[in-house]
């Protein structure tokens, strides 16, 4: 789709992702702070996984009396262990889904 774009189409879509394009630093910052929330996840547009994360989290310090929230705690724990080392990935997965973005709107324009 991007190599279809004039030169000129193309400096305006990468105009476009360098203002919104996502970045890894501020993914890592949100995932050492605010992990067991989901916050990074929401950050890189995976709104669904981050929402289930929060979910269990939650879910898991309630019921963390009744000895099952060990259970939630332990699959956020791990899940965000695993996240530590897949967020350069998701990132530049999120970055090229916004270059696409961009370039069908620029291909729509031409019309």
Not at 18 to 43: C, D, E, P
Not at 55 to 80: K, P, Q, R, Y
């Amino acid at each position: 789709m991007y190599s279809q774009l004039s030169n000129e189409e193309k400096m305006l879509v990468n105009s476009e992702v360098a203002n919104n394009k996502k970045s890894v630093g501020v993914s890592y910052l949100l995932w050492f702070f605010l992990s067991s929330l989901g916050i990074h996840r929401m950050y890189l547009g995976r709104k669904g996984s981050g929402i289930t994360l929060l979910v269990l989290s939650v879910l898991g310090w309630i019921t963390l009396a009744f000895f099952i929230g060990w259970i939630f705690l332990l699959v956020v724990g791990v899940w965000v262990l695993v996240d530590a080392f897949l967020l350069p990935g998701i990132v530049k997965k999120a970055n090229d889904d916004l270059t696409e973005e961009y370039a069908k709107k620029a291909l729509a324009g031409r019309a």
